[in-house]
């Protein structure tokens, strides 16, 4: 079945940048688009960025600019380099194929705080 370890996270304080990497196992990997998501405490998941099999990128308008998600198929990753944190981009981050239609992995923490 599909593996997602996701990892990277931590503490940043704002402006600062994190970057988080995503393994995947048990598909084609470089036959499908990745997503990462986030939630935040009381609040839904939400898709942040998304990556297709042929490189095209779409972000969350309010991580545009800041964030940039790659892959490298070879190693079977898809990652998110996080520039400019702000404070609400605290949350756990996922990696999911863009239909969410995978078991999600454990996520991993990222706090943005002063």
């Known amino acids: 079945q599909v593996q997602l370890v996701e990892s990277g996270g931590g503490l940043v304080q704002p402006g600062g940048s994190l970057s988080l990497s995503c393994a995947a196992s048990g598909i084609m990997f470089r036959l499908h688009a990745m997503s990462w998501y986030r939630q935040a405490p009381g609040k839904q998941r939400e898709l942040v960025a998304t990556?297709?099999?042929?490189?095209?990128?779409n972000y969350l308008d309010s991580v545009k600019g800041r964030f940039t998600v790659s892959r490298d198929n070879a190693k079977n990753s898809v990652y998110l380099q996080m520039n400019s944190l702000r404070l609400e981009d605290t949350a756990v981050y996922y990696c999911?194929?863009?239909?969410?239609?995978?078991?999600w992995g454990q996520g991993t923490q990222v706090t943005v705080a002063s």
């Open positions: 999911n194929h863009p239909s969410a239609a995978w078991a």
């Open positions: 990556i297709t099999s042929d490189n095209s990128t």
